[in-house]
T-cell receptor, first 114, second 115 residues
Framework: AQKITQTQPGMFVQEKEAVTLDCTYD???????LFWYKQPSSGEMIFLIY??????QNATEGRYSLNFQKARKSANLVISASQLGDSAMYFCATLLYNFNKFYFGSGTKLNVKP | DSGVTQTPKHLITATGQRVTLRCSPR?????VYWYQQSLDQGLQFLIH???????AKGNILERFSAQQFPDLHSELNLSSLELGDSALYFCASSVGGDRLNYGYTFGSGTRLTVV
C-alpha cells in the first residue's frame, strides 16, 4: 500500500498569516494525482486543490497553492492569509491512476487564532 | 451542497445488526467510491464502482458489501456490526472510470454509531 505522511498532527497559525501543511508520499508509480481536502467540524470533505504528477507548474486555487517537489515526493499545501474559517482537518491524498485507488494521510488539524 | 447525497446522516444501531448506507452521486458522475473514516484508522478506501461494475477494492471487510444500481446510486451494506465499525462513512463520485480525473466530490457522510 502507498504511504502518505503528514507529520504535523496539529498546527496553529495567526489569522491573516500564511501556513504550510506538509505532505510526503511514497509511490513508484509514474502517473498519479495529488489532492488536498479540508474537513471542517461538520465532517464533510471539501476538495481544495489538485496536482498531476506530470504537471510542470504548481497548482493554485485562490488562497491555496500546492508546493510540488516531485524529486522529494512532497506536496505541501500553502494557505495564504489564513481566515478563522480555515480551522479544520486537512488531508493529503494520492490517486494512483493505474490502480484506481485513493490513499489518504492521517491529517493535520489546523487552528487559526484571532 | 456538493451534489453527492448520502443518507442517513446519522445512524445508531446495536452490535450484530445490519445497516444499509445509501449514496446518490453527482449528476453525470458514473463512479462511486466508498470510504471509512475512523479515529484509529484514518480515511480508508473501501470500494469503487463504475457504471454498475466493481472496479477496485480496498480494505473492505467480508461483512461489508456494496453495489451500484442502474440509476447509479450505490448502497453500502454493513452486517454483523461490531463496536469497531463505528465511523464516518463517506461516498464520493467522479465522472471517470478507467481514466480518472480530479473531479472527486464527497458527500457529507453517514455517521454510524454501533452500541
Amino acid at each position: 500500500a502507498q504511504k502518505i505522511t503528514q507529520t504535523q498532527p496539529g498546527m496553529f497559525v495567526q489569522e491573516k498569516e500564511a501556513v504550510t501543511l506538509d505532505c510526503t508520499y511514497d509511490t513508484s508509480d509514474p502517473s498519479y494525482g495529488l489532492f488536498w481536502y479540508k474537513q471542517p467540524s461538520s465532517g464533510e470533505m471539501i476538495f481544495l486543490i489538485y496536482q498531476g504528477s506530470y504537471d510542470q507548474q504548481n497548482a493554485t486555487e485562490g488562497r491555496y497553492s500546492l508546493n510540488f517537489q516531485k524529486a522529494r515526493k512532497s506536496a505541501n499545501l500553502v494557505i495564504s492569509a489564513s481566515q478563522l474559517g480555515d480551522s479544520a482537518m486537512y488531508f493529503c491524498a494520492t490517486l494512483l491512476y493505474n490502480f484506481n485507488k485513493f490513499y489518504f494521510g492521517s491529517g493535520t488539524k489546523l487552528n487559526v487564532k484571532p | 451542497d456538493s451534489g453527492v447525497t448520502q443518507t442517513p446522516k446519522h445512524l445508531i444501531t446495536a452490535t450484530g445488526q445490519r445497516v444499509t448506507l445509501r449514496c446518490s452521486p453527482r449528476s453525470g458522475d458514473l463512479s462511486v467510491y466508498w470510504y471509512q473514516q475512523s479515529l484509529d484508522q484514518g480515511l480508508q478506501f473501501l470500494i469503487h464502482y463504475y457504471n454498475g461494475e466493481e472496479r477496485a477494492k480496498g480494505n473492505i471487510l467480508e461483512r461489508f458489501s456494496a453495489q451500484q444500481f442502474p440509476d447509479l446510486h450505490s448502497e453500502l451494506n454493513l452486517s454483523s456490526l461490531e463496536l469497531g465499525d463505528s465511523a464516518l462513512y463517506f461516498c464520493a463520485s467522479s465522472v471517470g472510470g478507467d481514466r480518472l480525473n480530479y473531479g472527486y466530490t464527497f458527500g457529507s457522510g453517514t455517521r454510524l454509531t454501533v452500541v
